[in-house]
């Protein structure tokens, strides 16, 4: 196992991992979604008047829908499709009506949920200056050779490591450096949990370290779940000699 990934793997057991880790990541649930009360009084009506195909109409402008089913999206990107198909349109309403007002409107004002929230948050981290030093602009990043942290778009990242550093995945960066006039980019990442798409993002992050043809030093940083002993889910993956890192 590298060096460094098994400090990590010992320090998430042995310390106060999780609220060192609330430093870098504080997920603190927001306030419940805002609902536009023109809209709502719209939904309102068309539920009690029982019109199916502007009830889902209005409810799919809403930013979060009330149920979780899997042609939700489909009617979201086809409107027309909501006249072309009845019985899937009876079918959610049929929950709906199930479920009354008071309820829709509940899962309709959710708060976001804490994982989506996570994304900026370490790039937030970085500009704090935690690392001892605070992060700098492309323009003055590329003026000098001097140790930096790159402060830019994941897009921007990407484009600077495509062209200066032979970085070719379709993937956004989230961290890109230069230490000693060495180059090192990497993905930072938070697992609340395992499974699906925290498993997707786990294989992506290790593929984004195991790329021999980027000219840098390649690094994930890691955290959350996969460093828990007792589980073991990701330890064997971990024990490649690659630098896989908390901080």
Request: aromatic residues 10%; positive net charge; proline residues 3%.
């Amino acid at each position: 196992m590298n060096h460094w990934t098994r400090l990590s793997v010992e320090f998430a057991n042995q310390r106060n991992y999780l609220d060192e880790l609330f430093k870098i990541y504080p997920t603190i649930p927001e306030g419940i979604r805002d609902i536009d009360e023109e809209r709502w009084a719209n939904i309102e009506k068309c539920f009690n008047g029982r019109d199916n195909i502007n009830l889902i109409t209005q409810l799919l402008k809403l930013k979060l829908f009330p149920i979780k089913d899997s042609y939700v999206a489909y009617l979201k990107r086809d409107r027309g499709a909501l006249e072309r198909n009845p019985n899937t349109i009876s079918r959610l309403c049929g929950r709906l009506y199930e479920m009354g007002l008071d309820k829709i409107f509940e899962k309709c004002s959710e708060a976001k949920e804490t994982n989506r929230q996570i994304g900026p948050l370490f790039k937030r981290w970085l500009s704090s200056g935690a690392l001892g030093i605070r992060p700098i602009g492309l323009e003055e990043f590329q003026q000098t050779d001097r140790n930096a942290v790159l402060d830019a778009s994941d897009a921007d990242m990407k484009r600077w490591c495509a062209i200066n550093l032979n970085y070719s995945r379709d993937k956004g960066l989230d961290f890109v450096a230069r230490f000693n006039k060495r180059y090192v980019i990497g993905e930072a990442k938070f697992f609340t949990d395992f499974g699906g798409h925290q498993n997707a993002q786990f294989a992506d992050a290790i593929s984004t370290i195991t790329d021999k043809s980027v000219k840098a030093i390649t690094v994930a940083i890691l955290d959350g779940v996969l460093y828990i002993k007792a589980i073991l889910k990701c330890i064997k993956i971990l024990r490649i000699n690659t630098p896989i890192i908390i901080y």
